[in-house]
T-cell receptor, first 112, second 111 residues
Framework: QKEVEQNSGPLSVPEGAIASLNCTYS??????FFWYRQYSGKSPELIMF????GDKEDGRFTAQLNKASQYVSLLIRDSQPSDSATYLCAVNGAAAGNKLTFGGGTRVLVKP | EAQVTQNPRYLITVTGKKLTVTCSQNMNHEYMSWYRQDPGLGLRQIYYSMNVEVTDKGDVPEGYKVSRKEKRNFPLILESPSPNQTSLYFC??????????FGSGTRLTVV
């Protein structure tokens, strides 16, 4: 079982709709959770982080965390063509240090 | 400008010829890390460092070496590169055990 799992997609959404991305993780002691956006040929860019159960909103992005279910999600409201990218979920495990483990990413396509 | 700088951006080399990929950050971050990214395998951590002279293995450390003699620099060394190390490499840094800022990447081809 992979430590961090995501559906690879592509997730196709019409412009203006909500894109919903999911991520599950195996390390129950994981402390912090991140969402990165990666455009083709570019480096990952941090867009959201969440540490506590519940929702965290930042502009059009909302991260949701449920530690009991070992589940973290990202909602993108009012999706724009510029949101078309691969979204990477990353988890900082319970062990010491900064071992950030990434999921395989979900490719999102926003169609005008 | 706050950034993580990797060099070179592109490198083609031959099997067995030692190489170093440099990484430097100007944000005074304690944490630095190297990742490789391969199609279908995602981003995998090679090594990370929590501070000067403190390094630890990630998920795929075989065939790589690192050193952290200064806070700002974290070079990745391939003593004897092999074709299976052909990949896209990213250096990243962080001020805490939280989200990393990534460099622009180094695309390495070993023939």
């Amino acid at each position: 079982q992979k430590e961090v799992e995501q559906n690879s997609g592509p997730l196709s959404v019409p412009e203006g709709a909500i894109a919903s991305l999911n991520c599950t993780y195996s390390d129950r002691g994981s402390q912090s959770f991140f969402w990165y956006r990666q455009y083709s040929g570019k480096s990952p860019e941090l867009i959201m982080f969440i540490y506590s159960n519940g929702d965290k909103e930042d502009g059009r992005f909302t991260a949701q965390l449920n530690k009991a279910s070992q589940y973290v999600s990202l909602l993108i409201r009012d999706s724009q063509p510029s949101d078309s990218a691969t979204y990477l979920c990353a988890v900082n495990g319970a062990a010491a240090g900064n071992k950030l483990t990434f999921g395989g990413g979900t490719r999102v396509l926003v169609k005008p | 400008e706050a950034q993580v700088t990797q060099n070179p951006r592109y490198l083609i080399t031959v099997t067995g010829k030692k190489l170093t990929v440099t990484c430097s950050q100007n944000m005074n971050h304690e944490y630095m890390s190297w990742y490789r990214q391969d199609p279908g395998l995602g981003l995998r951590q090679i090594y990370y460092s929590m501070n000067v002279e403190v390094t630890d293995k990630g998920d795929v450390p075989e065939g790589y070496k690192v050193s952290r003699k200064e806070k700002r620099n974290f070079p990745l060394i391939l003593e004897s590169p092999s074709p299976n190390q052909t990949s896209l490499y990213f250096c990243a840094s962080s001020s805490s055990p939280y989200g990393y800022t990534f460099g622009s990447g180094t695309r390495l081809t070993v023939v």
